[in-house]
């Protein structure tokens, strides 16, 4: 009976182990394979070892596009976080007792439901340098006399993504940490504004920690995307990183790299590394940021470890005796 039960067990957790290997790991382990291999999407895989993760250590372009790609993703991460904070501040401040949560829950995270392909279109005809709305409004107020290339120049082009990173993202934060804030009971903090805290105290002391575990996975899930970033850039150009390749983001690069130049072999190599390099930052990062957790969880598992053997030892010289 407990063998049957046991089939039925595993026969409802296999489609969960069929998907995981069909879509994770077979792809995974396919482009190890493709990485040690000179391929153009077509005629025989010549296994050439590991000549293509030698050669992204020479290829000057993977630089350029490793630094454009966090360039983009630090500006981004730090107005999401910011903003978000801000929000939070005046959504869970007492005072202010600001009302329809909901509704603005729905438009600050609207952005997150449209496509990039839209988004990347409209931003084109904002940022248009000769007819984009922007800069005929900034003519009109008498802030600019000349147009500025919001999309042409590589450091204006560079910080526009941001932005539209920025926004597209910084409502579904919001939505994150307000949630982890409303665990925290009303009186806390009306007792904080009894005491006279400030609202940066609130913020340090109250605020922060119950976001913090929020913060964390927002900040590497923030990583993870960063590091692929590919739509927006990829769309509001040539479709190359133009201009001057500052928006060369490393999965641009990698796209182009097999669907442009057909040398399929490098391409997985580049986005095998980048696997690793993400894994690495996330690990590093989780370490980093969890260091009081990690020491506590080591110190109980070392304590138990020693009540167990005082345990098995008594338990042993109770049974000779």
Do not use: C, H
């Not at 049957?4 to 998907?19: A, H, M, N, Q």
């Not at 138990?304 to 098995?312: A, I, Q, S, T, Y």
Request: aromatic fraction near 16%; avoid cysteine; charge should be positive.
């Amino acid at each position: 009976m407990k063998k049957i039960k046991d089939r039925v067990g595993y026969l409802f957790i296999s489609p969960f182990f069929l998907v995981f290997f069909l879509f994770n790991a077979y792809p995974i382990f396919f482009t190890l394979y493709l990485s040690m291999t000179r391929y153009k999407g077509y005629g025989p895989k010549l296994f050439i070892g590991a000549e293509n993760f030698m050669l992204i250590f020479k290829d000057p372009n993977v630089v350029d596009a490793f630094m454009n790609t966090i360039k983009i993703w630090g500006v981004n991460i730090v107005f999401q976080v910011f903003l978000a904070l801000l929000l939070v501040m005046v959504f869970s401040d007492i005072k202010y007792k600001v009302k329809g949560l909901g509704f603005f829950r729905v438009i600050f995270y609207l952005p997150n439901l449209i496509a990039a392909a839209t988004i990347a279109l409209v931003f084109v005809k904002l940022l248009d340098k000769d007819y984009g709305v922007l800069n005929q409004f900034l003519f009109s107020i008498g802030w600019i006399n000349e147009s500025i290339g919001w999309l042409t120049k590589p450091i204006l082009a560079q910080m526009s993504v941001s932005g539209i990173q920025t926004w597209m993202w910084f409502g579904n934060s919001f939505i994150l940490f307000m949630a982890s804030v409303q665990a925290v009971s009303k009186e806390t903090y009306e007792a904080a504004a009894i005491d006279g805290a400030g609202r940066f105290q609130v913020l340090k002391n109250i605020t922060l920690p119950s976001i913090k575990p929020i913060l964390m996975y927002v900040m590497i899930t923030g990583l993870i995307g960063g590091l692929q970033l590919f739509d927006i850039p990829f769309l509001i150009t040539d479709g190359r990183g133009f201009p001057e390749g500052s928006l060369n983001t490393m999965i641009v690069y990698i796209y182009n790299m097999a669907f442009v130049y057909k040398n399929y072999g490098y391409a997985s190599a580049l986005s095998f590394a980048l696997f690793i390099l993400i894994m690495t930052f996330t690990v590093v990062f989780t370490v980093m940021t969890n260091r009081n957790e990690i020491r506590e969880f080591l110190e109980r598992r070392k304590v138990n470890k020693e009540r167990k053997k005082k345990l098995m030892s008594s338990k042993g010289s109770a049974n000779n005796e």
